[in-house]
């Protein structure tokens, strides 16, 4: 017989953590909704059109590939397979893939659903998505994302309400946070005004790892890129500059005095921060300019968010792209999004033991069965206690008291009820609190006042 496992980078999850991860999940939609954003499902599977080239080579590289239903090697012929053709020959056998994120679906969306959206249109989506990646610690190939898009809309104050939801959602987490904003513009513009213009995604991505890396191993990096010494020169005063943030974007509007679109980024995070500060969040929100966060794909705001008390990667992410629905035939379509990382999220609070103590699924209050009469007498207090928002359940044998007893404590239950011929005969039952051990009989009104008082 063979042994049942998992695929690679997938998991089971417990009653507990499906507990926990509700917990998360509940907090975001809450808060989403709260904002006003509207949510949205798409399928597992998009068709291959759909996904290909959206993520460039290494993403294409990533997706989940469905073989075609019945015949799937109709289409095939000997040449495919015997000249190794593998990306060929995979495009004739499968024409559906495994989404690998919410966002190119979501533009999918937006274009076949255009003529019944009200723009600006905000949605948020909270689904898995799949990716062919090599897994390892904290890394899945499924996995959920919690995404929050704004489209049709080209006003900063979008920024402005992303951020406060960040704010507000790891504030009702708990976790204290650092927001790290930055703009593709300003990136431009460093890039324009040191010569690099074309090597623009270059510079980027070195400058990324500085947290990472170090200068020197930044500035190694830049040189293997054919980046001149003279430029990298230039470089050092922007990408180690500290200080206040007003000091910052003052230095930014010197440095970039020749860069009109570097100028126009400055601006931009400057109005951000300054209505942001009328706000009173209650975690911080840094400019840093080292932050690309895939650069390609951002063409204003880019956002960052930082654990403060645990040593982990980014725990949510976004920024403004103004061409989302454009390869979909749906041009000059703004948008501006975040995504919470549900899984690193959940890291955070377990370790820093940050999940509320009353998160249980333990049921409320087990019944024990002694037997027929008894399950008759039960049956119709069951229906008062659940119609009282009290969730309750009945052992379904009238096993050994000690198997009933032994069920109730594995399921976290936070009483036990007793009812045999002398609470028949009283109009009572005898409830036991697992917590505390206490036992008493009372009437079905007491009983009900205790359940809801725990």
Same mark, same amino acid.
């Given at each position: 017989?063979?042994?049942?496992?998992?695929?690679?980078?997938?998991?089971?999850?417990?009653?507990?953590?499906?507990?926990?991860? @509700?917990?998360?999940?509940?907090?975001?939609?809450?808060?989403?909704?709260?904002?006003?954003?509207?949510?949205?499902?798409?399928?597992?599977?998009? @068709?291959?059109?759909?996904?290909?080239?959206?993520?460039?080579?290494?993403?294409?590289?990533?997706?989940?590939?469905?073989?075609?239903?019945?015949?799937?090697?109709?289409?095939?012929?000997?040449?495919?397979?015997?000249?190794?053709?593998?990306?060929?020959?995979?495009?004739?056998?499968?024409?559906?893939?495994?989404?690998?994120?919410?966002?190119?679906?979501?533009?999918?969306?937006?274009?076949?659903?255009?003529?019944?959206?009200?723009?600006?249109?905000?949605?948020?989506?909270?689904?898995?998505?799949?990716?062919?990646?090599?897994?390892?610690?904290?890394?899945?190939?499924?996995?959920?994302?919690?995404?929050?898009?704004?489209?049709?809309?080209?006003?900063?104050?979008?920024?402005?309400?992303?951020?406060?939801?960040?704010?507000?959602?790891?504030?009702?987490?708990?976790?204290?946070?650092?927001?790290?904003?930055?703009?593709?513009?300003?990136?431009?513009?460093?890039?324009?005004? #040191?010569?690099?213009?074309?090597? #623009?995604?270059?510079?980027?991505?070195?400058?990324?790892?500085?947290?990472?890396?170090?200068?020197?191993?930044?500035?190694?990096?830049?040189?293997?890129?054919?980046?001149?010494?003279?430029?990298?020169?230039?470089?050092?005063?922007?990408?180690?500059?500290?200080?206040?943030?007003?000091?910052?974007?003052?230095?930014?509007?010197?440095?970039?005095?020749?860069?009109?679109?570097?100028?126009?980024?400055?601006?931009?995070?400057?109005?951000?921060?300054?209505?942001?500060?009328?706000? @009173?969040?209650?975690?911080?929100?840094?400019?840093?300019?080292?932050?690309?966060?895939?650069? @390609?794909?951002?063409?204003?705001?880019?956002?960052?968010?930082?654990?403060?008390?645990?040593?982990?990667?980014?725990?949510?992410?976004?920024?403004?792209?103004?061409?989302?629905?454009?390869?979909?035939?749906?041009?000059?379509?703004?948008?501006?999004?975040?995504?919470?990382?549900?899984?690193?999220?959940?890291?955070?609070?377990?370790?820093?033991?940050?999940?509320?103590?009353?998160?249980?699924?333990?049921?409320?209050?087990?019944?024990?069965?002694?037997?027929?009469?008894?399950?008759?007498?039960?049956?119709? #207090?069951?229906?008062?206690?659940?119609?009282?928002?009290?969730?309750?359940?009945?052992?379904?044998?009238?096993?050994?008291?000690?198997?009933?007893?032994?069920?109730?404590?594995?399921?976290?239950?936070?009483?036990?009820?007793?009812?045999?011929?002398?609470?028949?005969?009283?109009?009572?039952?005898?409830?036991?609190?697992?917590?505390?051990?206490?036992?008493?009989?009372?009437?079905?009104?007491?009983?009900?006042?205790?359940?809801?008082?725990?």
């Amino acid at each position: 017989m063979q042994k049942p496992s998992l695929p690679k980078g997938t998991r089971d999850f417990s009653p507990e953590e499906m507990a926990k991860r @509700n917990y998360i999940f509940d907090t975001i939609k809450d808060v989403y909704k709260l904002y006003g954003f509207k949510q949205i499902e798409t399928p597992a599977m998009e @068709n291959l059109s759909t996904l290909m080239g959206k993520y460039g080579d290494e993403g294409d590289k990533l997706l989940f590939k469905i073989l075609n239903s019945g015949d799937f090697l109709k289409s095939i012929n000997a040449d495919d397979i015997t000249e190794n053709n593998s990306a060929t020959t995979a495009n004739k056998i499968s024409e559906k893939g495994l989404r690998y994120d919410l966002t190119v679906p979501f533009a999918r969306y937006v274009v076949m659903h255009r003529n019944e959206i009200t723009f600006p249109f905000k949605r948020y989506q909270i689904q898995p998505v799949w990716r062919a990646d090599r897994p390892q610690r904290g890394r899945y190939r499924e996995f959920f994302q919690c995404d929050a898009d704004i489209v049709g809309s080209d006003s900063l104050l979008n920024e402005i309400e992303l951020i406060h939801i960040i704010d507000k959602v790891f504030t009702q987490l708990g976790i204290r946070i650092t927001t790290k904003l930055n703009n593709r513009k300003i990136l431009s513009g460093i890039a324009e005004v #040191i010569g690099e213009a074309d090597k #623009i995604t270059d510079i980027t991505v070195a400058i990324d790892k500085l947290d990472k890396i170090g200068l020197e191993k930044v500035n190694e990096e830049l040189i293997a890129k054919e980046i001149p010494e003279s430029a990298i020169q230039k470089l050092q005063p922007i990408i180690m500059l500290e200080g206040s943030v007003s000091h910052k974007l003052e230095v930014l509007r010197t440095e970039l005095a020749e860069s009109e679109i570097g100028l126009k980024g400055v601006e931009e995070v400057d109005f951000i921060l300054n209505k942001l500060s009328a706000l @009173n969040l209650h975690n911080p929100v840094e400019l840093d300019l080292t932050l690309a966060r895939g650069l @390609n794909y951002y063409t204003g705001a880019i956002i960052e968010v930082k654990a403060m008390d645990v040593e982990i990667g980014s725990i949510t992410g976004g920024g403004r792209y103004d061409n989302l629905t454009g390869v979909f035939g749906l041009p000059d379509v703004s948008g501006v999004g975040i995504s919470f990382g549900a899984d690193r999220i959940y890291d955070v609070l377990n370790q820093l033991n940050l999940f509320p103590e009353n998160l249980s699924l333990g049921v409320d209050v087990v019944f024990v069965n002694f037997g027929e009469k008894e399950e008759d007498y039960i049956l119709p #207090i069951l229906s008062q206690l659940r119609s009282k928002g009290i969730s309750a359940e009945i052992y379904p044998d009238a096993a050994k008291m000690k198997k009933q007893m032994s069920y109730a404590d594995n399921n976290k239950a936070h009483f036990v009820a007793m009812i045999g011929e002398n609470e028949i005969s009283e109009n009572k039952l005898t409830l036991k609190n697992m917590l505390t051990g206490e036992q008493e009989m009372v009437t079905l009104e007491v009983a009900i006042e205790k359940i809801l008082e725990k």
